[in-house]
Nanobody, 119 residues
Framework: HVQLVESGGGSVQAGETLRLSCSAS????????MAWYRQAPGNECELVAS???????WYADSVKGRFDISLDNAKNIVNLQVNSVKPEDTAVYYC??????????????WGQGTQVTVS
């Protein structure tokens, strides 16, 4: 079955670097678009970074220049590095996958989330 398991969250000080990882299994990782979302208390869910099978990446304006999404296709892992963390980065971060077969979408999958708290 499909699993997305996030790790690397926790409490950090403003200005530090944080690296989140998401280990994927149960679907074709190399045929999937991978993304990171976050949701802060009282806020809507926000797409912060994504990367597609073509290698293209996208970042929300609010994180551009500080966040870096990367894939390890050999290990089926998607990473999100957060540089110079800010208190406004405090949120639950979710890993998501869209598995595509050609032009068709096979399914959308989500992890359980990992809490990041910046003080």
């Amino acid at each position: 079955h499909v699993q997305l398991v996030e790790s690397g969250g926790g409490s950090v000080q403003a200005g530090e670097t944080l690296r989140l990882s998401c280990s994927a299994s149960g679907f074709r990782f190399d045929s999937s678009d991978m993304a990171w979302y976050r949701q802060a208390p009282g806020n809507e869910c926000e797409l912060v970074a994504s990367t597609g099978g073509d290698g293209g990446v996208w970042y929300a304006d609010s994180v551009k220049g500080r966040f870096d999404i990367s894939l390890d296709n050999a290990k089926n892992i998607v990473n999100l590095q957060v540089n110079s963390v800010k208190p406004e980065d405090t949120a639950v971060y979710y890993c998501a996958a869209t598995w595509r077969c050609g032009i068709w979408k096979v399914g959308d999958y989500w992890g359980q989330g990992t809490q990041v708290t910046v003080s």
